[in-house]
């Protein structure tokens, strides 16, 4: 990690899946504010290639949709024993946030502590359009993404 490590946050979501977008909106209106504490990246699944953002970062919030959840929710994470993690890596939509925090302490040696902000959904069919839960929830999403923004800066 270096002197000028700022939190992360990591935005999922495909824009044009319903509610699935939900985590990707949400980091995208984060980054509109113009909050230059944080760097805030948008990606439509988890890649191999974040865990170099994760791995300078002082801390990261995943925000995502989620189909188990009834209401927004922030839980810590943890990395996944390196074993597990390795075969898991590069096989598309299996690769979790424990995943990539475990492959950034293996490859880099530092995984910082992290979090999902899991935003509840509905409706994954085609188009751009949230349900009202969800639009409502992702309001809720980014008051929270903002305070753990401000608690962690």
């Not at 939900?22 to 191999?48: D, F, K, M």
């Not at 300078?56 to 996944?80: G, N, R, T, Y």
């Not at 935003?119 to 980014?142: V, Y």
Request: one cysteine or more; proline letters at 5%; a negative charge.
């Amino acid at each position: 990690m270096t002197e000028a490590a700022r939190p992360l946050v990591i935005g999922i979501g495909n824009v044009l899946r319903g509610d699935d977008g939900a985590g990707y909106r949400v980091a995208e209106a984060l980054s509109n504010g113009i909050n230059h504490c944080l760097e805030v990246i948008t990606v439509h699944q988890l890649t191999p290639e974040l865990v170099l953002y994760i791995s300078s970062a002082s801390h990261v919030l995943f925000v995502d949709a989620s189909v188990e959840q009834m209401w927004v929710v922030l839980k810590p994470i943890a990395a996944q024993n390196a074993t597990t993690s390795s075969a898991a890596v590069g096989v598309g939509h299996t690769i979790t946030p424990n995943v990539l925090m475990a492959v950034a302490q293996v490859l880099y040696h530092h995984c910082p502590p992290a979090w999902e902000l899991l935003i509840p959904a509905q409706h994954w069919g085609h188009g751009a359009q949230l349900s009202g839960l969800t639009a409502e929830a992702c309001g809720q999403a980014l008051l929270m993404a903002k305070a753990w923004g401000h608690d962690h800066a």
